[in-house]
Antibody
C-alpha cells in the first residue's frame, strides 16, 4: 500500500533552518511528483512547491522562492523540504503529498509540526 | 488567482448542503478542481477530484460540479451525517502554482 512517512516534530529558533523528510513506499518512487503543503494554526492550506523525484526538477511558490529547497534521494525513496530564515509565521504542520494526475493529491504524509519560537 | 469559499456552513442531519468555490481570474473550466476533507489532527483526504470524480470509498452522497457562468465550483453533500462535519478545501492550479481555497467549516447540527 502507498505510504508517505514524514520525519518527526521540530522546534527551531527564528533565523534557523528546518529540513523535513518524506519517505515513500508502496509504489514506483520516480513515477509521481511530490508536493509540499503547510497549514499554520487557524489558517488554511498553503502550497509550497513541487519536486519531480525523477531528475529533481522543482517549482516553488513565489512566496517561498529563495527560502525553500526541495530535493530527492532515489536510493532511499525520500524527498526533503528545507525552509530557511525561519520566522514565527512559519509555525505550521507541513505535509508532503503525492500527485496522481492533474494536481490531484491522492496520498498525504501524516504531517510534521514545525514550531518556530525563541 | 484566488479561490474564495464561505468561511462556514451549517445544516441538519439528513439535509443537503452546497459549498461554493469561486475563482478570481482565469476560467474555472481551464484547470481541474479538487475537493479535500480535513478533520482535526488528520491529513486531508480527497472527496472529489477532476471537478466531479469520486475516489473509491467516498460515498455517493458527495458530488462536485463546475459552473462557467459564475466561474465557480461546488461541492454538494446530500443526506448529511454527523461524520461529515469537517473542514473542506477546494484546490486548483495554473501554469506555475497550486492554489487552495481558504476552507469552509461544515457543521452538522
Amino acid at each position: 500500500q502507498v505510504q508517505l512517512v514524514q520525519s518527526g516534530a521540530e522546534v527551531k529558533k527564528p533565523g534557523a533552518s528546518v529540513k523535513v523528510s518524506c519517505k515513500a513506499s508502496g509504489y514506483t518512487f520516480t513515477s509521481y511528483y511530490i508536493h509540499w503543503v503547510r497549514q499554520a494554526p487557524g489558517q488554511g492550506l498553503e502550497w509550497l512547491g513541487i519536486i519531480n523525484p525523477s531528475g529533481g526538477n522543482t517549482t516553488y511558490a513565489q512566496k517561498f522562492q529563495g527560502r525553500v529547497t526541495m530535493t530527492s534521494e532515489t536510493s532511499t525513496s525520500t524527498v526533503y523540504m528545507e525552509l530557511s530564515s525561519l520566522r514565527s509565521e512559519d509555525t505550521a504542520v507541513y505535509y508532503c503529498a503525492r500527485e496522481h494526475e492533474s494536481y490531484h493529491f491522492d496520498y498525504w504524509g501524516q504531517g510534521t509540526l514545525v514550531t518556530v519560537s525563541s | 488567482f484566488m479561490l474564495t469559499q464561505p468561511l462556514s456552513v451549517s445544516e441538519s442531519p439528513g439535509k443537503t448542503v452546497t459549498i461554493s468555490c469561486t475563482r478570481s481570474s482565469g476560467s474555472i473550466a481551464s484547470n481541474y478542481v479538487q475537493w479535500y476533507q480535513r478533520r482535526p489532527g488528520s491529513a486531508p483526504i480527497t472527496v472529489i477530484y477532476e471537478d466531479s470524480q469520486k475516489p473509491s470509498g467516498v460515498p455517493d452522497r458527495f458530488s462536485g460540479s463546475i459552473d462557467s457562468s459564475s466561474n465557480s465550483a461546488s461541492l454538494t453533500i446530500s443526506g448529511l451525517k454527523t461524520e461529515d462535519e469537517a473542514d473542506y478545501y477546494c484546490q486548483s492550479y495554473d501554469s506555475s502554482s497550486v492554489v487552495f481555497g481558504g476552507g469552509t467549516k461544515l457543521t452538522v447540527l
